[in-house]
């Protein structure tokens, strides 16, 4: 079963978007705020990561990097969620390490394709590494 780690602060959004990766045969960890993230994905090593920017005791984009700079989490791939994009957020969230960049509110059946895009990658880089 794949497992994927969501760090979302908003209490009502970790819920709807755990229950539904649920549904789809994911397990789920959640995380609401970046140093919980950064644990949970160090000692979890989840399959992919679902991380909010705009998250209190270190944001997004700094949890993002501190993610890829660790030999133990920099292969997992990450998907930056933002409510407020605003020009140049996909572009900087790229640049800390995001594998890709999706806005809320979620089109959850594109999330779940982007999911899987990703893991099929992470699968073949595994197996052939």
């Not at 959640?30 to 090593?45: H, I, K, P, T």
């Not at 133990?72 to 390490?97: E, F, K, N, W, Y």
Request: proline share 3%.
């Amino acid at each position: 079963m794949r497992r994927i780690l969501v760090v979302e602060d908003n209490e009502q959004n970790r819920d709807v978007l755990s229950r539904r990766l649920m549904r789809h045969g994911y397990a789920v960890h959640l995380a609401q705020d970046g140093l919980e993230g950064l644990a949970l994905a160090q000692r979890e090593s989840p399959d992919a990561i679902l991380l909010d920017l705009g998250l209190p005791e270190i944001d997004g984009w700094q949890c993002a990097r501190r993610l890829k700079a660790d030999e133990a989490t920099r292969h997992i791939p990450i998907i930056a969620l933002s409510a407020h994009a605003m020009v140049g957020d996909r572009q900087r969230a790229l640049d800390a390490g995001c594998d890709e960049f999706d806005t809320k509110p979620i089109d959850f059946s594109g999330l779940l394709s982007t999911l899987e895009r990703l893991l099929g990658d992470a699968s073949r880089e595994t197996s052939d590494g």
